[in-house]
T-cell receptor, first 112, second 115 residues
Framework: KQEVTQIPAALSVPEGENLVLNCSFTDSAIYNLQWFRQDPGKGLTSLLL?????REQTSGRLNASLDKSSGRSTLYIAASQPGDSATYLCAVGRGGSEKLVFGKGTKLTVNP | GAVVSQHPSRVICKSGTSVKIECRSL??????MFWYRQFPKQSLMLMAT?????????EQGVEKDKFLINHASLTLSTLTVTSAHPEDSSFYIC???????????FGQGTRLTVV
């Protein structure tokens, strides 16, 4: 059974700092890996999608890496801003399927 | 990107009543939609897979008679929580997959509170 773990559960940083969020998964037979952002009481915003054959994806100040063999992914946020404050979710797609298995998330607070 | 609309965003109902949540793909056809549930401080958990024109597939531990799913068209899936109880209070969110796409698109979610 696939399990996804995110560390840390919560993180508080001053504005401008670079930071890394971690995600690990137990079964390396994944279809893809996605990072989402969730604001309180709101739905999910997809940030980055990495296919199983890819090593990383970049979008603006965000960079996500994937090491499938070791079951790890990281989300790097450069020059953090207060607007980045949210819960970041990591999810892996099951082989060939669109079903996602989610981690519990990392709650990020960026202080002005 | 593709747009998925979920309604209502927030609902409060009395214990014992039923609540219907709608999930619509606005600009694409979705043969498959997924329903997830998230309890406080927990991860999103898949409840069921909704297939257009056929019965939904439920994950282990999810009561199919309590959580009724209907996917009558290629753009609409509904989740009905029947005889709701306070323990059903949760955040419910749907996702839809566009054929040929590599990612699912999520609705805004529904916060259900049963009193």
């Amino acid at each position: 059974k696939q399990e996804v773990t995110q560390i840390p559960a919560a993180l508080s940083v001053p504005e401008g700092e670079n930071l890394v969020l971690n995600c690990s998964f137990t079964d390396s037979a994944i279809y893809n890996l996605q990072w989402f952002r969730q604001d309180p009481g709101k739905g999910l915003t997809s940030l980055l999608l990495i296919q199983s054959s890819q090593r990383e994806q970049t979008s603006g100040r965000l960079n996500a890496s994937l090491d499938k063999s070791s079951g790890r992914s990281t989300l790097y946020i450069a020059a953090s801003q207060p607007g980045d404050s949210a819960t970041y979710l990591c999810a892996v797609g099951r082989g060939g399927s669109e079903k996602l298995v989610f981690g519990k998330g990392t709650k990020l607070t960026v202080n002005p | 990107g593709a747009v998925v609309s979920q309604h209502p965003s927030r609902v409060i109902c009395k214990s014992g009543t039923s609540v219907k949540i709608e999930c619509r793909s606005l600009d694409f056809q979705a043969t498959t939609m997924f329903w997830y549930r998230q309890f406080p401080k927990q991860s999103l958990m898949l409840m069921a897979t909704s297939n257009e024109g056929s019965k939904a597939t439920y994950e282990q531990g999810v009561e199919k008679d309590k959580f009724l799913i209907n996917h009558a068209s290629l753009t609409l899936s509904t989740l009905t929580v029947t005889s709701a109880h306070p323990e059903d209070s949760s955040f419910y969110i749907c996702s839809a997959f566009r054929q040929g796409a590599t990612e699912a698109f999520f609705g805004q979610g529904t916060r259900l509170t049963v009193v």
